[in-house]
């Protein structure tokens, strides 16, 4: 399983057309990204890895990530030990406790709690299950430094979301040398500031409403005052915005600080559409 390169994150790929994701997959795969990364809000997120898997031939299948609340264990390292299997061992399960509101409900309103002892009980779980889900084949999302920790020790290494090149850096020195570090990278293909900042902002504003964002940005050094203005300074470091060439300065960041691969997740004005255009273009200046 390649795990360097560029990948590319996609809530389109999960929530889009599946006959347009399979297309779009096997033209990311043919392009030369080396993982294809979608978000979980719960559901059948196995017949997006399947749909994707199927749809190609060498690129990794990732998700970024399986939202522990919201799935079974058993049913988890069944699905993954099938699909593994059938394809080549080209599935990455990424896991992740998400967020607070986006797990509470009203005939659980507490559900959410102690994410620690959550994603500990269900990695043992996934090591008794009949079929284990290997180590060397999950990654954790992770941002702050226990959880940095257990990426360390109980998975193959850590998919960290809404970051920065610094966060890539103080990442690689919690979890040293051995795992994997695969951060996001948000960027926006555009002519300037004006545009970038009439993309992003409220992209942004609402996921600095999720604490654990917003307090993984306040460790990092940005004031509140940051968050809720969404400062320029915070935004340039969030996001990669510009020419194709401003983008792979920005990757080229996240090496330097430490990272083996990252993955972009394009925003484009209209959310609905599949950005494949700007997918070319990134894949034609990485050649």
């Known amino acids: 399983m390649d795990l360097s390169g560029v990948g590319v994150w996609s809530h389109h790929l999960r929530y889009g057309d599946q006959g347009e994701a399979a297309d779009a997959a096997a033209e990311l795969d043919e392009l030369g990204f080396s993982a294809l990364w979608f978000p979980d809000g719960g559901g059948p997120v196995f017949d997006t890895v399947g749909n ?3 749809a190609t ?6 998700t ?11 049913g988890v390292a069944a699905s993954f030990a099938s ?3 059938a394809h080549d061992g080209r599935f990455l399960m990424g896991i992740g406790v998400s967020h607070a509101i986006a797990v509470n ?3 659980e309103p507490g559900r959410y709690r102690k994410p620690l002892a959550a994603m500990t009980a269900f990695l043992d779980e996934l090591d008794r299950a009949d079929q284990p889900v290997p180590t060397g084949s999950r990654v954790l999302a992770a941002l702050g430094p226990k959880m940095l920790d257990m990426a360390a020790k109980r998975a193959r290494g850590a998919h960290p979301y809404l970051g ?3 966060h890539t850096r103080l990442a690689r020195e919690a979890l040293g040398e051995g795992p994997l570090l695969l951060p996001e990278q948000t960027v926006i293909l555009c002519t300037g500031r004006e545009e970038a900042r009439a993309i992003g902002d409220g992209w942004l504003r609402r996921y600095l409403a999720l604490p654990n964002y ?6 990092l050094g940005y004031s509140p005052e940051e968050l809720a203005s969404v400062s320029d300074r915070l935004f340039d470091d969030v996001f990669a915005w510009g020419d194709e060439e401003a983008i792979l300065r920005r990757l080229d960041e996240h090496r330097a600080a430490g990272a083996d691969h990252v993955c972009v997740q394009v925003v484009t004005a209209d959310a609905g559409v599949f950005p494949r255009k700007e997918w070319r273009a990134l894949a034609a200046a990485l050649r």
């Open 105 to 107: 409900n009203e005939q």
């Open 214 to 219: 917003a307090n993984n940005l306040l460790r």
């Open 57 to 62: 031939r060498e690129i990794v299948v990732a």
């Open 52 to 54: 994707l898997l199927t």
């Open 164 to 166: 920065t090149t610094e």
């Open 83 to 85: 699909l593994s299997a």
């Open 64 to 74: 970024g990530i399986l939202n522990l609340w919201m799935h079974d264990p058993a």
